[in-house]
Nanobody, 124 residues
Framework: QAQLVESGGGLAQAGGSLRLSCAAS????????MGWFRQAPGKERDIVAA????????FYADSVKGRFTISRDNSKNTVYLQMNSLKPEDAAVYYC?????????????????WGQGTQVTVSS
């Protein structure tokens, strides 16, 4: 009965910041990578950032590199996405995901557990 629940989405002005959280329950993902994906209307669901749950390896999409930071707190079974210097093109539904069958993933098909998504809106 594993579950991922995102929170922290909302409305921000361009140049502003939001911090997303993804809380895992039902199981731990200490041996699984975690990722943040986003999907805008009519667009493909694409990787934003990824991190090993217990380690320090991270990946960022070029479009967010230097602005977003993924981190985790294993004691809370939670992964975060700090989003700074937001741009209108960052607006999307953001999804947290975990993979139980790859060591590190940047593609949606590599993840088998997904949260419900949290909406991020960025005003111009």
């Amino acid at each position: 009965q594993a579950q991922l629940v995102e929170s922290g989405g909302g409305l921000a002005q361009a140049g502003g910041s939001l911090r997303l959280s993804c809380a895992a329950s039902g199981r731990t993902f200490s041996r699984s990578p975690m990722g943040w994906f986003r999907q805008a209307p009519g667009k493909e669901r694409d990787i934003v950032a990824a991190i090993t749950w217990s380690g320090g390896r991270t990946f960022y999409a070029d479009s967010v590199k230097g602005r977003f930071t993924i981190s985790r707190d294993n004691s809370k079974n939670t992964v975060y996405l700090q989003m700074n210097s937001l741009k209108p093109e960052d607006a999307a539904v953001y999804y947290c995901a975990a993979s139980t069958f790859v060591g590190f993933g940047t593609l949606a098909r590599e993840y088998d557990y997904w949260g419900q998504g949290t909406q991020v809106t960025v005003s111009s």
